[in-house]
């Protein structure tokens, strides 16, 4: 079903590797919605994932780019501008990616040189991409920028390791450089804070599975599917949520408001 909210806006989508990746229905239902995108993904993702896939049926180009390389960034940037017909009007950072994790190393004994890579995977890049469009002058006055995280942040999930720590980094640069973006030209950045969904990157997390189901008993609308956290971005991009920026929006199902639901207790 489409509004045309996003009727006539252009905008980049990273992450997008899978059909179940969440950018995935991102890029969808922007296009459903009347924008007109680029996206992006690692050089490795183009070669090991669908994203071209993605790109032929919504008839748009994929640039390849490492999200932690300011020359890459600068190249997409530059190339989306090129193929969209002018400045931006919204981009998502779907990115995450821990070493750690991935190694299965225990929280109490983590290497960090691996955790300086998962922060600047997983937070700087959002800085990094957000410094490139400010010194490129590349996104419209009204814009609107978000970033995807996870309610780790604040509370202890321990399987969500290091993770934990680059979402709460990832959050604190959408607040910081909100603030320079707002004044500037009235950009507005936020984070949607996310259900656990299945995914490559959210099945990657220890324990997976019974953590999908515990949020999902404990949230009295059940856990936000993917499709629905791409309505959410779609609204966020629109002109309708003009003046909501430096957020950390849960987009949870009402997880993170509860304290005990009877349902978990399996009584
Ligand atoms: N799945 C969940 O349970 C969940 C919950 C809350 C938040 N999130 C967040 O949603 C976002 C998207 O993850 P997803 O669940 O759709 O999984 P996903 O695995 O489909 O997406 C992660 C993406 O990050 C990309 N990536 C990794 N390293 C990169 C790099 N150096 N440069 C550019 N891209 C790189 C991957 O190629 C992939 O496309 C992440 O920030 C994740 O932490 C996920």
């Excluded at 994929?62 to 940037?77: C, G, H, Q, R």
């Excluded at 990094?128 to 509370?155: E, F, H, P």
Aim: charge should be negative.
């Amino acid at each position: 079903m489409s509004n045309n909210l996003l009727s006539g806006k252009r905008g980049v989508i990273f992450g997008a590797l899978d059909e179940q990746s969440i950018a995935w229905k991102v890029a969808e239902r922007c296009v459903e919605e009347g924008a007109s995108i680029t996206l992006t993904n690692a050089p490795v993702a183009l070669r090991m994932g669908k994203i071209k896939d993605l790109a032929e049926k919504l008839n748009t180009e994929v640039i390849a780019a490492d999200a932690t390389s300011m020359e890459d960034l600068e190249n997409l940037f530059e190339k989306s501008q090129e193929i969209l017909g002018g400045k931006l009007d919204f981009v998502l950072h779907s990115i995450g990616m821990s070493i750690n994790v991935r190694k299965k190393r225990e929280y109490t004994d983590l290497k960090h040189d691996w955790m300086l890579k998962t922060f600047d995977i997983s937070a700087i890049s959002f800085h990094k991409m957000m410094q490139t469009l400010w010194k490129m002058d590349a996104v419209n006055d009204w814009g609107s920028i978000l970033g995807l995280t996870y309610i780790a942040a604040q509370r202890t999930f321990p399987d969500y390791n290091e993770m934990a720590e680059s979402k709460a980094l990832l959050e604190s640069f959408a607040r910081s450089f909100g603030y320079h973006y707002g004044l500037r030209n009235k950009v507005r950045v936020n984070t949607i804070s996310q259900s656990p969904t299945w995914t490559t990157a959210g099945s990657g997390v220890k324990g997976f599975s019974e953590f999908f189901g515990y949020a999902d008993k404990m949230s009295p609308l059940g856990n936000a599917s993917a499709g629905a956290c791409a309505d959410y971005c779609v609204t966020l991009f629109s002109d309708l949520t003009r003046s909501v920026t430096m957020q950390n929006l849960y987009h949870d199902g009402g997880f993170s408001n509860m304290g005990m639901n009877p349902a978990v207790l399996d009584l």
